[in-house]
């Protein structure tokens, strides 16, 4: 049975240094906004245009009351409710402004953004893959970013705007009446310090959260994936007991973190309002004794109250922005891996043409998660041009192994591997794979068309090419009889076809690449006698004129090899044809014994 399991936040792809969360997450989108220059200043242009019309009230209102009402002006008081319309149109004309460019901004640099983390993860090696999880790398993609795209979007652009509502309100109490500002200004610090103390427990509940809702998305996306075996062996329900453990963990964690915000903005409201309180107590007094007018009063009250709000709102502002510091901090630590794969600064060229060589010498490897069990040994061999050798030997020995060096998935810790005379390590790996077709065991079917699915081999191939390599993959048959023929969706993981015609289109999309070096990594293992034979007569067409290698368990297929390796713990045990491997009676001799003794017997039960 498929085992699901719940990663903890230790794992290489969660865990991280401490230190890092102490630095400025939100700071790595600013290279994605400079891109957008023009955007960033129209946002900044219309926001600082709302926020001067919005401050300009109060001086009309204070104008009102000194000399409008208490003169009993009433053209005074026409004049300035007409200029009051004025700027209430001003101020809708820089709202809507402001929200086109933040929001297109936002979704720019969220677009970006999620291209260049897609991409990074594209070119992370197979090391990062062996602990990654698919479903919280999608997560990754999809909640991370779109908390970022709210962070650049509506929340930065409410955070901006109330930042330059406060400083500005601030200013103008100042200029307004010294005396009184001096009880805001003195009231600040008793505000911002428990915002700032309590912001950063909101951070780090935010991350938690964060954290464990992409946990429970990757146990998800796995159990999805496996849907199939999860029923088979009827275990739905404890399934569904573990998704939904790992989401009441989501949820308490998230409650956790809006019982912080809630905390955070219930304090900034009180101090922030009582402050304002003071401030009209004191300056309803200094009315009643002569020594302050009341429109200067109510002008310094309204900036109060602008900035008391501003402020109250840059504490919620803040709680949105820990989550999206949260998230961009994730998406960081991504486009912060690094490949363990890179190509060297000045590659060696590889010869051209190729001719298909291949050569280990002296090669040790254990794979980076299991660095004290050494999957090959001192590992010596080579494959001639044109050549075919099957690799075989008992589970275990290596033979995969050798196929994910030869693509350099990995580097050898010992050894070299040449191709044409060339070093991979000193080649550029993209050219060096460019040469290699390859047949997994277990083929890959996209959720796309039978024509994309084969054209995966060669993107720039024309329909016509697609066909012809699916009918040198005797593929064409099937696919010309699904009801689309070759526009046909074939489903995700090729679920709508058997194992023969999955293999098939894997056949088809390695003749359309039209390498020199082929790679057959058991592709016949898990077939019916029926469809091998096809898959057979499709390979015999593969193989022509090119290198190829053959990783397989079924005996039957390497007969045809012009050389047979055995492998047993990571060397060489054993080389020859079948014929003078069977004769000298060892592991060769023994596997082919088993196998065809099986054979045997299902020949009897059928």
């Known amino acids: 049975m498929t085992e699901f399991v719940l990663r903890d936040d230790e794992t290489a792809i969660q865990g991280r240094d401490k230190t890092r969360r102490k630095l400025k997450p939100l700071g790595s989108l600013v290279p994605y906004m400079m891109k957008y220059k023009a955007m960033v200043a129209g946002a900044c242009f219309f926001l600082a245009l709302a926020a001067v019309t ?9 104008r009102v009351i000194d000399h409008g009402f208490i003169e009993s002006d009433s053209g005074l008081i026409n004049a300035y409710f007409g200029m009051l319309m004025v700027l209430a149109a001003v101020l809708a004309l820089a709202s809507a402004g402001r929200y086109f460019f933040v929001i297109t901004l936002g979704e720019r640099v969220v677009a970006d953004l999620r291209k260049a983390v897609f991409s990074h993860l594209t070119k992370l090696s197979p090391t990062f893959y062996d602990t990654a999880q698919s479903g919280e790398l999608v997560s990754r993609l999809s909640a991370d970013t779109t908390q970022v795209k709210a962070a650049v979007g509506s929340t930065a652009s409410l955070f901006l705007r109330n930042a330059i509502l406060f400083l500005g309100a601030l200013a103008m109490m100042v200029a307004t009446s010294p005396a009184l500002s001096l009880i805001v200004i003195a009231a600040i610090p008793f505000i911002v310090l428990p915002l700032v103390a309590f912001g950063r427990g909101v951070r780090r509940r935010s991350r938690h959260a964060q954290d464990t809702l992409a946990t429970a998305t990757a146990y998800a996306s796995e159990a999805i994936g496996a849907m199939r075996t999860v029923q ?15 989401v009441d963990e989501a949820f308490g964690a998230a409650r956790s973190s809006i019982k912080a915000r809630a905390l955070l903005t219930a304090i900034a409201i009180f101090l922030i309002f009582a402050s304002v309180v003071a401030v009209l107590w004191i300056g309803a ?47 960081s630590e991504l486009l912060a891996e690094e490949p363990a794969i890179v190509a060297p600064a000045s590659p060696i060229a ?12 002296n090669v040790s490897f254990a794979y980076p998660s299991r660095p004290d069990l050494p999957t090959l040994n001192g590992l010596s061999f080579a494959v001639e041009p044109g050549e075919t050798v099957a690799i075989v030997g008992p589970s275990g020995a290596g033979k995969s192994t050798v196929f994910a060096l030869i693509e350099r998935y990995y580097d050898p810790s010992d050894g070299r591997i040449l191709v044409d005379g060339v070093d991979l390590r000193d080649a550029d790996f993209v050219d060096l794979r460019s040469r290699i077709a390859l047949v997994p065991q277990d083929t890959t079917i996209f959720a796309a068309s039978a024509r994309d699915n084969i054209a995966f081999g060669d993107p720039k191939a024309c329909p016509e090419q697609v066909t012809r390599a699916a009918r040198q993959a ?47 990594d058991e592709a016949t293992s898990a077939l019916d006698a029926e469809s091998e034979v096809l898959v057979q007569k499709a390979l015999d067409e593969l ?64």
């Open 285 to 331: 007094a200094r009315v009643t004794s002569g020594t302050l007018s009341a429109g200067t009063l109510s002008q310094f009250l309204l900036y109060a109250v602008f900035a008391a709000g501003a402020l109250g709102q840059l504490s919620e502002v803040c709680g949105e922005l820990s989550l999206a510091a949260g998230a961009a901090e994730r998406l």
């Open 54 to 62: 919005t401050l300009s009230v109060p001086l009309a209102v204070r």
């Open 543 to 606: 193989m022509v004129g090119r290198t190829t290698l053959v990783i397989a368990h079924r005996l039957s297929t390497v007969l045809k090899a012009d050389r047979i390796l055995v492998l047993d713990q990571g060397r060489v045990a054993e080389e020859g044809n079948h014929q003078s491997l069977t004769a000298k009676g060892g592991l060769y001799a023994r596997l082919a014994k088993l196998q065809f003794e099986a054979g045997r017997l299902d020949d009897a039960a059928e």
């Open 232 to 246: 088979a062996f009827t275990s739905e329900r404890v399934v569904a007991g573990h998704f939904g453990t790992s």
């Open 350 to 361: 590889l010869p051209a043409p190729s001719k298909g060589r291949v050569v280990f010498e």
């Open 474 to 520: 005797l593929a064409d048959g099937f696919v010309t009889a699904l009801p689309g023929g070759y526009d046909t969706l074939l489903g995700e993981r090729g679920v709508t076809l058997s194992g023969g015609q999955r293999q098939r289109i894997a056949i088809a999309r390695a003749l359309l690449r039209d390498a020199p070096i082929l790679l057959l």
